[in-house]
Structure formats: C-alpha cells, structure tokens
C-alpha cells in the first residue's frame, strides 16, 4: 500500500514539476532566477510548444552529404563545379534578361533612329538591329551553355570514378 501511495504521489509531482521562474530587474539588466529575486520578482509562465509544431529530427533539412564512396578530393572538386554551374545559370539569365530589355526598348525605335541606322523603314531598322541583338546573346549564352556542359561531365566523372574505386 505505501509503495501505491509513493507512485501515486510521484506521477502527480512530475506532472507538476515544472519550475517556477522569476524575472527581476537587476541593475537594469533582466534576471532569470529559481527563486524570487527581489520586491518586483514576477513570475514567469512558459507553455511547451504544441507537440504539432515540432519537427522530429528525421523531417530537419539536412545538409548534403559526403557519399560513402567519393574520395574528400572529388567530394570538394563536386561542390565547387556545383556552385560554379549555378553561377552560370544566374549570368545566363541575367544575360536573357538584357536581351529582353533590348529588344523591348528596341521595338519603341523612331523613324529618326530608323534613318540614322541607314534602313528604309522602322520596322527593317527592328528587323535588323533585332538579328544583331539576338546574334550577340546567343553567342555569349551559347559560351555559358557549353561551359555548364563541361562542369556537368566533369562531375559525372568524378563521381564514375569515385564508384569504381570501391
């Protein structure tokens, strides 16, 4: 019977074990302490969070890992070509961008404009000028295409010779 009365007794504790805080205002600076701290101590309430609202840790964003059969060497090699290509892609659609705009500022040409390019009409001016524009951004987009290319092969490699070494 006294051991059912200890369990008891101990169930209803830790539910309620909670501890009491206490602010006080110390030299201007806030203080958290067990015990009252002083005349102004209040007493702070702290709810857990909603079981809802955690996350275990299975669902936590976890950062890339090494694979088991990358040598560090090619692991680093890999994470730089990564970042190396996303460069890329941002300069070849900040590239397309310009292009866009040039062509959009393009289509709001002058007859003047037109006359000073040497063309019969605004509309052969855009047309030209228009070829001249995309052959630009082409070129250069193609230079940026050919270098994300490379770097992918590159990667690949690596990683076909990480598995071949195991």
């Given at each position: 019977?006294?051991?059912?009365?200890?369990?008891?007794?101990?169930?209803?504790?830790?539910?309620?074990?909670?501890a009491t805080i206490y602010k006080c205002m110390i030299?201007?600076?806030?203080?958290?302490?067990?015990?009252?701290?002083?005349?102004?101590?209040?007493?702070?309430?702290?709810?857990?969070?909603?079981?809802?609202?955690?996350?275990?840790?299975?669902?936590?964003?976890?950062?890339?890992?090494?694979?088991a059969d990358l040598s560090v060497e090619d692991y680093?090699?890999?994470?730089?070509?990564?970042?190396?290509?996303?460069?890329?892609q941002l300069e070849i659609k900040e590239l397309q961008?310009?292009?866009?705009?040039?062509?959009?500022?393009?289509?709001?040409?002058?007859?003047?404009?037109?006359?000073?390019?040497?063309?019969?009409?605004?509309?052969?001016?855009?047309?030209?000028?228009?070829?001249?524009?995309?052959?630009?951004?082409?070129?250069?987009?193609?230079?940026?295409?050919?270098?994300?290319?490379?770097?992918?092969?590159?990667?690949?490699?690596?990683?076909?010779?990480?598995?071949?070494?195991?």
């Amino acid at each position: 019977m006294f051991r059912f009365a200890f369990f008891t007794l101990a169930l209803f504790a830790s539910a309620y074990s909670q501890a009491t805080i206490y602010k006080c205002m110390i030299d201007g600076v806030a203080t958290f302490t067990e015990q009252p701290c002083g005349k102004d101590a209040v007493i702070v309430k702290i709810a857990p969070p909603p079981a809802s609202s955690q996350t275990p840790a299975t669902e936590q964003p976890q950062k890339p890992q090494k694979p088991a059969d990358l040598s560090v060497e090619d692991y680093l090699k890999i994470q730089k070509a990564d970042r190396e290509i996303d460069r890329l892609q941002l300069e070849i659609k900040e590239l397309q961008k310009q292009q866009s705009e040039r062509i959009d500022k393009l289509n709001n040409m002058t007859q003047d404009a037109a006359n000073r390019l040497g063309a019969a009409s605004i509309d052969d001016a855009i047309s030209k000028q228009s070829e001249r524009i995309n052959a630009y951004y082409k070129s250069q987009i193609s230079i940026l295409e050919k270098q994300v290319a490379q770097l992918e092969e590159n990667k690949k490699q690596l990683k076909e010779r990480g598995t071949q070494s195991n």
